[in-house]
T-cell receptor, first 113, second 112 residues
Framework: DAMVIQNPRYQVTQFGKPVTLSCSQT?????MYWYQQKSSQAPKLLFH???????NEADTPDNFQSRRPNTSFCFLDIRSPGLGDAAMYLC????????????FGDGTRLSIL | AQKVTQAQTEISVVEKEDVTLDCVYE???????LFWYKQPPSGELVFLIR??????QNEISGRYSWNFQKSTSSFNFTITASQVVDSAVYFC?????????FGTGTSLTVIP
């Protein structure tokens, strides 16, 4: 089945230790998104790629970076995780940007020790 | 200003009861889309429905139905004969051009 796959499902890292979350898709969608979702809150968009074009949200901290080496894969790098970065990270894709439903992966729950 | 308002933070119903989740949106665009997503405890966001601003017909899918009223800027979601598996957080969302806005979600608990 075509889908959005996020690895790992759970990630534990130490305060200040870089961590990378991965997302892959078999939908061949042009747009890939990264969201941060904290407990009892709506998902918050961090950034997205439209093909190779990277679009950062204005309030996304510099600590968060992303890479999209090809259509299928997208990575979220957190350079120096702080306690406030503990959250669920959701990857989503859409065929094009705007008006299209976004298809989400299962998420990676990040814990910071 | 909040683009999508889900005033009900938490709802509890007893199994087999009907429940309606409210969603009110704000936009000046004439073309926009509305969505509902379900987020079960496992965490993934599951797409349920998309409706464009030109189609006000209500939609029914099994036990789910959606009532779109432009006059009140509302896109409400009703679950008929609720089941325990319906327990989840439900998000309403609005898409304007290339922007996507989530509401704050309604947590639904169905009690057996």
């Amino acid at each position: 089945d075509a889908m959005v796959i996020q690895n790992p499902r759970y990630q534990v890292t130490q305060f200040g230790k870089p961590v990378t979350l991965s997302c892959s898709q078999t939908l061949n969608h042009n747009v890939m998104y990264w969201y941060q979702q904290k407990s009892s809150q709506a998902p918050k968009l961090l950034f997205h790629y439209y093909d190779k074009d990277f679009n950062n949200e204005a309030d996304t901290p510099d600590n968060f970076q992303s890479r999209r080496p090809n259509t299928s894969f997208c990575f979220l790098d957190i350079r120096s995780p702080g306690l406030g970065d503990a959250a669920m990270y959701l990857c989503a894709t859409s065929r094009v940007q705007g008006y299209q439903p976004q298809h989400f992966g299962d998420g990676t729950r990040l814990s910071i020790l | 200003a909040q683009k999508v308002t889900q005033a009900q933070t938490e709802i509890s119903v007893v199994e087999k009861e009907d429940v309606t989740l409210d969603c009110v949106y704000e936009t000046r665009d004439t073309t926009y889309y509305l969505f509902w997503y379900k987020q079960p405890p496992s965490g993934e966001l599951v797409f349920l429905i998309r409706r464009n601003s030109f189609d006000e017909q209500n939609e029914i899918s099994g036990r789910y139905s959606w009532n779109f009223q432009k006059s009140t800027s509302s896109f409400n979601f009703t679950i008929t004969a609720s089941q325990v598996v319906d327990s989840a957080v439900y998000f309403c969302a609005l898409s304007e051009k290339d922007q996507f806005y989530f509401g704050t979600g309604t947590s639904l608990t169905v009690i057996p």
